[in-house]
């Protein structure tokens, strides 16, 4: 039955985004309506980025990139940064049981930056590999601009499609190379609340671009 409704979606969209990034936002402020503490909300948010890693893999998309954590967000309490930084090592633990080829992306040069993850700064195959995931992590915009080789985040390709969760209208500094031509889809729900009827509410949004690449 899964593969059915899963081919029937792909022939209603006939354009499938190459390359989609997601801003998870809203894991805070889900936790806070639920009654528990802000840096709860993180752990919640693994499942819902496993859910869409299922759904992109299915549609065929060739490329996912989320935000883990900015270089901006290490400034928040304590006790949010530690869950932040341990939610993202836990994603990639538990990415690296299932097919991917990952890159994690970000200043592994501080401290901030966690210990596990060093060994992922070069794209790393799992599996089968097929679909690339970039996770954004220590991430800075202007530590990626002005790299001393170059763009660091240049083994990441150009964006068709982000998705911010949250209800926020803005980048928040997420790659701005690669999303200078990238429509945004902005759901009000937050990072916690996904569901697949989120995904292809974007998906089916995309359809009506009018993708010109300034041409």
């Avoid at 969209?13 to 503490?37: M, Q, S, T, Y």
């Avoid at 209208?169 to 999303?179: A, D, E, H, K, T």
Wanted: net charge neutral; proline share 4%; with cysteine.
């Amino acid at each position: 039955m899964r593969n059915s409704e899963v081919n029937e979606r792909k022939r209603a969209f006939k354009r499938i985004p190459r390359h989609i990034g997601v801003i998870p936002d809203g894991n805070r402020r889900w936790a806070v309506n639920c009654g528990l503490e802000k840096k709860d909300g993180y752990q919640h948010g693994l499942d819902p980025g496993f859910q869409l890693y299922d759904l992109c893999r299915e549609m065929g998309v060739e490329e996912l990139t989320l935000y883990g954590f900015t270089v901006d967000n290490t400034k928040r309490p304590a006790e949010q940064k530690s869950a932040f930084q341990r939610a993202c090592v836990d994603a990639v633990l538990e990415l690296s049981k299932r097919d991917a080829e990952l890159l994690v992306m970000g200043n592994d040069r501080s401290p901030c930056f966690p210990e596990e993850l060093r060994a992922f700064t070069k794209r790393t195959k799992f599996g089968q590999g097929g679909i690339k995931v970039n996770f954004l992590v220590n991430y800075g915009w202007d530590w990626d601009l002005m790299n001393e080789s170059g763009l660091a985040s240049r083994d990441i390709s150009r964006i068709d499609l982000i998705m911010r969760w949250g209800g926020m209208r803005r980048l928040s500094g997420f790659l701005p190379v690669q999303s200078v031509y990238a429509d945004i889809y902005v759901l009000d729900e937050f990072w916690p609340e996904f569901t697949e009827e989120q995904f292809y509410r974007g998906i089916a949004w995309y359809q009506t671009q009018d993708k010109t690449l300034g041409g």
